[in-house]
């Protein structure tokens, strides 16, 4: 079995070494742990054992991306597996008939949970979110009780882990999540009384623990799955979850204007260099309320391709975007122009700043009526109440928005045409770069003063897209000149750019 010691020693790492240097540090020296086991196994298991070892190693090096190279790692290990299969990463190791990959999970598991009384109160939720996605993926796969004693493990410790951090809202709604996919393991494995007495001792707990009045913490049993895209779209999460008005059923939507009425919302604040803005709290109690079934996806995950798209998440590109811009308005390089159309806009920063800076018309768009009704609309109103009715809200596809802008509103070329189109985090595959670009082609004034704005990550690990991507589509396509403006090398995560796109002079 590989020494987490050991790794830690042979492999020169300190916080300030780039994390690309560090993974190829450690992906050496599990290719040597592989060979070992080659010799009892076949290629495939090495592989995937190599890969299982990958996550222990990088997991306590203790890095910032940990649960992004976690997903990534075991995606890359199931596709050589899964081949066509388009199934969640349970059904592809139960594929593989891989006990092996189990059990190197749990030694995993096991190490985590003898660091957590050594964590501080910052490092503590990372580290607990790990052991939770990992126990989640286990008590799936799990058909013969080898982790049974480990959930009742993780139940019995999750009392102890609310009072550990001090972000007990997010605790108390990522615990919930877990517990009801507990009862779903209690049940298959046929001793849903015990595990269920245990896990009402998780609820009881979350409920004491917050110093706010919150309704009761209700057990939702939901069906677990990463769903990762290989030769297909994949299929939203399913979840059995309490009567929701909110529709999460819907594939694919035509674009809609929007109109929202203003609800009661609970607001924290966000400092975005000099800047403060109020944005909603999505881990308030009563917007998972209200959120329902759709929260698991929009909160949680960084991306669902093809069914929803983090739109409840602040986005730190979107944060980038936003410095930037109000950076090259106070330093003459950009006015900011009348009219100005946000892409994925989520919370809807990039645009309320926009407004805040003088722009006549803001119109923001997303995929999700939901994020709209839930995120966007209430920030805006908050944060630029006398402006509102400068602002203008589309749900659905880009190209649906476009369409009904055009035949449903009959707007005038003119009407349809932006000065200033910004967007955050919306090239994280090459499907969707593919739409954006197409969209901006539709949408940007053909003048030289305009131009649209890409805030993304260099590269998106477990969905393949990338700036290298998004501009080689640019550049062969002829239409705009891009060019990268901003960029941010902090050596403690993914590399982040804002790209423009003009039209050559």
């Not at 704005?453 to 393949?464: D, H, I, P, S």
Request: charged content about 25%.
């Amino acid at each position: 079995m590989l020494n987490v010691k050991t790794v830690n020693n042979k492999i020169p790492f300190d916080m300030k070494t780039r994390w690309s240097k560090a993974i190829i540090g450690v992906r050496d020296i599990l290719k040597q742990q592989a060979c070992r086991y080659s010799a009892v196994v076949d290629n495939t298991t090495a592989r995937m054992i190599a890969y299982a070892l990958e996550i222990a190693a990088v997991t306590f090096m203790q890095l910032e991306w940990t649960v992004e190279l976690f997903y990534e790692v075991l995606k890359k290990c199931f596709e050589r597996v899964a081949k066509k299969s388009s199934g969640s990463l349970a059904t592809m190791i139960r594929e593989a008939k891989d006990d092996e990959l189990l059990e190197r999970l749990l030694w995993t598991y096991r190490g985590l949970m003898k660091t957590m009384k050594t964590l501080s109160n910052n490092e503590a939720p990372q580290r607990i979110s790990v052991i939770l996605s990992m126990m989640e993926i286990m008590m799936e796969v799990d058909a013969g009780r080898k982790c049974e004693k480990d959930v009742r493990n993780v139940v019995h410790q999750a009392r102890s882990w609310v009072s550990k951090t001090t972000r007990q809202d997010y605790m108390s709604y990522r615990l919930r999540c877990f517990a009801g996919k507990a009862a779903v393991y209690a049940e298959n494995m046929k001793n849903s009384q015990a595990e269920l007495s245990s896990i009402a001792k998780i609820t009881n707990a979350l409920n004491n623990s917050s110093k706010q009045q919150t309704p009761k913490l209700q057990i939702v049993a939901m069906s677990f799955s990463f769903n990762f895209a290989f030769d297909s779209v994949s299929a939203a999460p399913t979840a059995t979850a309490p009567p929701s008005t909110l529709d999460v059923s819907t594939p694919m939507r035509n674009g809609e204007k929007f109109v929202w009425s203003p609800s009661s919302s609970a607001f924290s604040t966000v400092q975005v260099g000099d800047m403060t803005f109020e944005i909603v709290n999505t881990t308030d109690a009563d917007f998972q309320t209200r959120t329902g079934a759709i929260s698991s996806i929009l909160t949680t995950s960084d991306v669902e391709t093809g069914v929803y798209e983090g739109g409840f998440k602040l986005w730190e590109c979107a944060v980038d975007l936003v410095k930037f811009v109000e950076t090259q308005l106070r330093q003459g390089k950009l006015t900011m122009p009348p009219s100005v159309l946000e892409l994925g806009c989520g919370h809807g920063l990039p645009g309320i700043h926009a407004l805040q800076r003088g722009a006549d018309r803001v119109v923001f768009s997303d995929y999700n009526k939901e994020v709209l009704e839930l995120t966007t609309c209430p920030n805006v109103h908050q944060n630029a109440q006398e402006l509102y009715n400068k602002a203008e809200f589309y749900a659905g596809a880009w190209t649906g928005m476009s369409q009904y802008m055009k035949d449903v509103e009959h707007q005038t070329e003119d009407q349809m045409q932006f000065d200033l189109i910004l967007t955050a985090e919306t090239i994280y595959t090459e499907k969707v770069a593919v739409e954006l670009f197409q969209t901006i082609k539709r949408h940007l004034r053909r003048s030289p003063n305009a131009r649209a704005l890409v805030a993304a990550k260099k590269y998106y690990f477990g969905t393949n897209g990338s700036v290298q991507h998004f501009v080689g589509l640019v550049q062969a396509d002829g239409v705009f000149r891009a060019e990268t403006l901003w960029e941010e090398r902090d050596c403690k995560s993914n590399i982040r750019e804002i790209v423009q796109l003009t039209y050559p002079c």
